[in-house]
């Protein structure tokens, strides 16, 4: 519109769409000014929003006592004004803590007056761009409160987290813990660190993924002590990253009544095992962000580095499988169970395990573990040794094995896992005597090659019914026999507790099996036992796969280009990864990394909405060759 001529006062012209968005939500959090609706509130009281901004206590008197402005207008003019000054007391090195959280709280009070105790509901406002501003300030003040309890208890050395009904006293508030759903990790001798979620800048993952609503998204960080990280004794670890969500309360049941208080109760919630929370009678949805925990342990991890330690056998390197929990163990969530490939690590599944955490079906049915091993040791060992690792870790969690968490297992498994995954579900009988050694039972052979039995006897893990592999050379490869990995082999060294079982095997291969010995007395690792050429891999892949448990391929190909049968990832033919009698098989054009790929997040998604009864999401369609799947 074009300015308007003559001799008004009141001139018009239209706003730039940044100016628009400023001028509409734009507030004190956000851009460090006030909010038009503030100032708006302000000037109707005869005051100078700029002289406010300078000295807040006397503007925030008149707004207590107005009676000319309606109560919305009024509490958020009063929570906007009490969050500038708490917002200055935290940038004054003259405040004390305690004052600092006196200012938040009197800033999340407002704004709690205001979501609960105004003219309209909530849903009333649901469309309006102050309620927003609101909830923002409530939660930020939220954050506050919460991030300077907890430095003040820490230097205090005060327990954390605090027990239910501790009160603490800081600058006239009483400060009272409430409901506290944060369980330490085994093994976790304290709670180290409360991170907010709204800080932090996450680089790496495709998609973060938080809920919008009411309270503080923090990280609460409680690692298990080292000697419980390395113990073999134990073989799993939650993460000690936990999400929750942090709320305020204010007693009283009239409006006078919370702008009277000097009360609060904080609450610490888990927004994994809830969603919603009750507030002054309203159901009110929890805030949460899921990606940060889960980024937060792989920054700190440094998995990365770990891989390559662990594949050339360097001092420290890991020597046993270790199984993470992604969140704390709940027996009625389905298991899923992530096992890496070749010089990898947890890393591996970066997206694929943030985009299952994200989907919001799937992380109401499902919670993730993620098998971490050392990938230079022999397929054979690393199985047994997982195997035992997941079986110790299902019977310390569910020792009566009546959990849902212990059946309908899925095991999701890439490369060399993959095949490791496959290994576990199949049940080799004899076979596998008969097809290497040719040692039937009861045979002396057999008898006298009785330290193999572990390696030889394999038995399906129980509970499992559904399995993913992706790029799994179940057969081999002929790139592991490639000058190139032949010359990678060299530098790899097994584990110094692991050389004392392969002198073993090859004490009890000498007298039968010379050239065999030789082979284990010279160590061998996991991508000598990927070759296509290798005994064990090629009795094994003729295994079936036990009845009752669904399996499906996601197979790589570099080109779409030639025949299927005879394209490859660049390490893994086609032939090798395919299997007979899959549920479903996938066929993506991708290197060998195909986990990475959206296309096959999308299928592993679909895979695992179908296991659980999850009606399908629009766009994720079916993968070629999918029977329909018999009822439970």
Request: net charge neutral; proline share 8%; with cysteine.
């Amino acid at each position: 519109m074009a300015q308007l001529a003559g001799c008004a006062l009141v001139h018009v012209k239209q706003d730039n769409p940044r100016t628009y968005d400023e001028n509409r939500r734009g507030d004190v959090l956000t851009t460090g000014a006030l909010s038009f609706a503030t100032r708006n509130a302000i000037s109707r009281l005869g005051l100078d929003p700029d002289d406010c901004v300078d000295v807040a206590m006397p503007c925030i008197q008149a707004l207590r006592q107005a009676t000319l402005l309606d109560t919305d207008a009024r509490l958020s003019a009063l929570a906007e004004l009490a969050l500038g000054e708490a917002l200055n007391a935290d940038k004054t090195t003259s405040d004390t803590d305690a004052r600092r959280v006196s200012a938040y709280l009197d800033a999340a009070r407002y704004a709690y007056a205001y979501l609960f105790f105004g003219d309209r509901s909530p849903r009333e406002r649901a469309f309006e761009d102050r309620q927003t501003q609101m909830r923002d300030s409530y939660n930020y003040a939220v954050e506050r409160v919460a991030a300077l309890m907890f430095e003040q208890g820490q230097r205090a050395g005060r327990s954390h987290p605090p027990a239910p009904g501790r009160t603490e006293v800081v600058d006239g508030w009483q400060l009272r813990y409430g409901s506290i759903e944060l369980v330490l990790p085994r093994g976790a001798p304290k709670l180290e660190a409360m991170v907010p979620a709204s800080r932090l800048r996450i680089d790496g993952l495709a998609s973060i993924y938080r809920r919008d609503g009411l309270g503080a998204e923090v990280v609460m960080v409680a690692r298990p002590a080292a000697q419980v990280r390395r113990n073999p004794a134990l073989p799993f670890a939650e993460t000690g990253y936990l999400p929750a969500t942090v709320l305020l309360r204010f007693p009283g049941d009239s409006l006078g009544a919370v702008l009277g208080t000097r009360e609060a109760v904080i609450d610490a919630l888990d927004p994994y095992r809830r969603d919603t929370a009750q507030m002054d009678g309203q159901t009110v949805p929890l805030a949460a962000n899921f990606s940060a925990p889960y980024a937060l342990w792989l920054a700190d991890s440094g998995f990365a580095r770990k891989a390559i330690d662990n594949l050339l056998g360097r001092d420290d390197a890991l020597d046993h499988p270790r199984v993470f929990l992604m969140q704390p163990y709940d027996p009625e969530r389905l298991t899923v169970v992530m096992i890496h490939g070749l010089a990898s690590s947890p890393e591996a599944w970066v997206n694929l395990a943030n985009e299952v955490m994200g989907d919001e079906a799937l992380r109401k049915r499902y919670q993730i573990w993620e098998v971490y091993y050392p990938t230079n040791v022999p397929i054979p060992v690393n199985l047994v040794q997982i195997r035992a690792a997941l079986a110790q870790t299902f019977a310390t969690l569910d020792p009566a094995g009546a959990a849902p968490a212990s059946h309908h297992i899925t095991l999701i498994g890439h490369s060399m896992g993959g095949v490791i995954a496959r290994l576990l579900v199949v049940n080799s009988g004899d076979a596998l005597w008969q097809r290497i050694f040719h040692a039937p039972p009861d045979s002396p052979r057999r008898k006298r090659l009785a330290a193999l039995a572990p390696y030889l006897s394999i038995t399906p893990l129980p509970g499992v019914d559904e399995a993913i592999f992706l790029a799994a050379p179940h057969a081999g490869t002929p790139v592991a026999g490639h000058w190139l990995a032949r010359m990678a082999t060299k530098l790899i060294r097994l584990p110094k507790t692991l050389l004392d079982a392969t002198a073993r095997i090859a004490e009890a291969l000498a007298g039968e099996l010379p050239e065999q010995a030789a082979l284990f007395r010279t160590a061998p690792t996991g991508v000598d036992l990927l070759r296509d050429t290798n005994p064990y891999l090629r009795a094994t892949a003729k295994s079936p796969i036990t009845p009752g448990v669904r399996y499906h391929s996601i197979i790589a190909r570099r080109s779409a280009e030639g025949p299927l049968e005879q394209a490859d990832d660049g390490f893994v033919p086609y032939a090798s990864a395919h299997l007979a009698g899959a549920a479903s098989e996938k066929v993506i054009v991708s290197g060998h990394s195909v986990q990475e790929t959206p296309q096959a997040i999308l299928e592993i998604r679909r895979i695992l909405r179908e296991h659980a009864g999850i009606a399908p999401q629009d766009g994720v369609t079916p993968a070629s060759s999918t029977p329909p799947r018999s009822s439970r």
